[in-house]
């Protein structure tokens, strides 16, 4: 499986954001899907999960409310949409699959397929 994220760049605080992850599977419907994000220094935290149907979804404390993750299993593709960013959520932002699709979880060890990053600049 290939994931491919696109979709950062620089932002003023305040701004949005839609991250697209696109995947090279046709069960792309069976795998729970994941965001994590890295900032220089600091090790890979979760971010948003979303199990294969789509109808549960869990977020980090730091984006609750602000974040919003879905899936369109029709295209294979996986979303982030961030709203109300900060400076502190610049980042390498990740997209994870996990083949264990009915269950979100949030640790790397869990994931089994990465994407590479795309970076997400926020401006002060």
């Known amino acids: 499986v290939q994931l491919q994220a696109s979709g950062g760049g620089l932002v003023q605080a305040g701004g949005s954001l839609r991250l697209s992850c696109a995947a090279s599977?046709?069960?792309?419907?069976?795998?729970?899907m994941g965001w994590f994000r890295q900032a220089p220094g600091k090790e890979r935290e979760f971010v948003a999960g979303i199990n294969w149907s789509g109808d549960s979804t869990y977020y980090a404390d730091s984006v609750q409310g602000r974040f919003t993750i879905s899936r369109d299993n029709a295209k294979n593709t996986v979303y982030l949409f961030m709203n109300s960013l900060k400076p502190e959520d610049t980042a390498f932002y990740y997209c994870?699959?996990?083949?264990?699709?009915?269950?979100?979880?949030?640790?790397?060890?869990?994931?089994?397929?990465w994407g590479q990053g795309t970076l997400v600049t926020v401006s002060s």
């Open positions: 599977t046709r069960t792309f419907s069976t795998y729970a």
């Open positions: 994870a699959a996990r083949r264990a699709g009915g269950v979100i979880r949030t640790t790397t060890a869990s994931y089994d397929y």
